[in-house]
């Protein structure tokens, strides 16, 4: 299909395909065993790990620490409170300063944390400009894609590699210039010229005077290509060649998932995802086994189902690294406060003391009369 290119390659008409195809033609890839069905530009080709990987034998959870629960200050709810209302320029510090609290409950909540680390592989054709890049291909077998030895990163970091599948490099022609280096002229067609600005093509200004600026020509050099109606081929960069391989990708992703025991203090729980709580339990393992006999039997629960789900969905096209399980325990405490005889409520949550206060009384201390 690229014949009819051949003949008049540097006058290409301007069109969709005027630069030449982006991808190679399928024509272009060699037959690699173990490789079929390898496309060009990723999208998908996710290699499934080899299937006899040792089941995991998980290893029951480690012995219970002693629970117990922080609870804040009066103080603490107080300077909370002031920081928060120093944070928002437009409020008045007033009833963060002079409200007086008159209750503190706590709500305090558990939040189970299930980490999955997997690596995953995928493989596609990919090309560079030829340099003299040692080629390889068929020289021997090209190992599977999970025979690769490739360096893991830091566990539960995401991270991404890619790598040249050994025995797979060949050198073949530019698909873009047809290995010719260049390209024709986006400026000018190939022509090398274009219309003159001046006299507009006419060859003549203001009566019979002849345009200076063409010579009475009508037509001026390219100035892009410097009048040769081509340029250098961005794909090969001039080099005709490219090494064309099979690109494995290595990725590695760390897949998290929380479950937050249901309060009843009316603090929005999605506010919890921006604290840390004071960790009770944590377990790190190649695969966990779900904790077990926690005192709130919802944590126990929810832990079952998540190192089921996750067992399930990423053995299936990555390879499972390494689990962690952790149960923090989320301080939230909602203090009740009087300020101009109304009663107000606003919580203090996490480690952080993060302050929430939907219903605070002054939010603006500017009032322009
Ligand atoms: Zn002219
Ligand atoms: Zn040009
Ligand atoms: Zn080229």
Not at 80 to 102: E, M, N, R, W
Not at 114 to 123: A, C
Not at 212 to 221: A, D
């Amino acid at each position: 299909m690229y014949s009819n290119h051949e003949g008049h390659a540097m006058l290409a008409p301007q069109g969709t395909d005027f630069l030449g195809p982006t991808a190679p033609p399928p024509s272009m890839f060699d037959n690699v065993p173990g490789y079929e069905g390898t496309v060009a530009g990723g999208g998908g080709g996710f290699v499934p790990p080899p299937a006899p990987y040792p089941p995991p034998a998980p290893e029951p959870a480690p012995v219970q620490p002693e629970w117990n629960i922080p609870s804040i200050t009066e103080d603490t709810a107080r300077e909370a409170f002031l920081l928060y209302a120093s944070g928002h320029c437009c409020y008045s510090k007033a009833p963060a300063q002079d409200g007086v609290i008159t209750s503190m409950d706590a709500f305090n909540t558990y939040r189970y944390r299930l980490e999955t680390f997997i690596e995953s592989r995928s493989t596609e054709w990919d090309h560079e400009v030829y340099n003299g890049q040692p080629v390889d291909a068929f020289t021997q077998t090209a190992p599977g894609p999970w025979d690769i030895q490739v360096q893991m990163p830091a566990l539960f970091q995401d991270h991404t590699e890619d790598i040249k599948v050994p025995y797979t490099s060949s050198v073949k022609d530019c698909h873009t210039c047809m290995a010719t280096g260049r390209i024709p002229c986006k400026e000018c067609s190939g022509a090398g010229n274009k219309v003159c600005w001046v006299c507009n093509g006419s060859g003549v200004r203001s009566g019979e005077e002849q345009c200076s600026h063409c010579n009475g020509r009508g037509r001026e050099n390219c100035s892009h290509c410097h009048g040769h109606g081509s340029t250098e081929c961005h794909t090969c960069h001039g080099k005709r060649q490219l090494l064309v391989f099979i690109k494995l990708k290595v990725k590695w992703t760390n897949n998290i998932e929380d479950y937050v025991v249901e309060q009843s203090s009316g603090l929005n729980v999605a506010n919890l995802s921006s604290v840390s709580g004071k960790e009770l339990f944590k377990d790190t393992q190649y695969m966990v086994y779900p904790v077990m006999g926690f005192p709130d039997p919802a944590v126990g629960q929810a832990a079952e189902r998540l190192v089921r789900d996750h067992q399930a969905k990423y053995s299936q096209n990555a390879r499972i690294l390494q689990q962690r399980q952790t149960i923090e325990l989320i301080p939230i405490t909602r203090v009740t406060y009087k300020w101009k005889g109304n009663s107000h409520t606003y919580f203090v949550y996490g480690n952080e003391f993060h302050v929430s206060a939907d219903d605070y009384p002054a939010t603006c201390c500017c009032t322009i009369m």
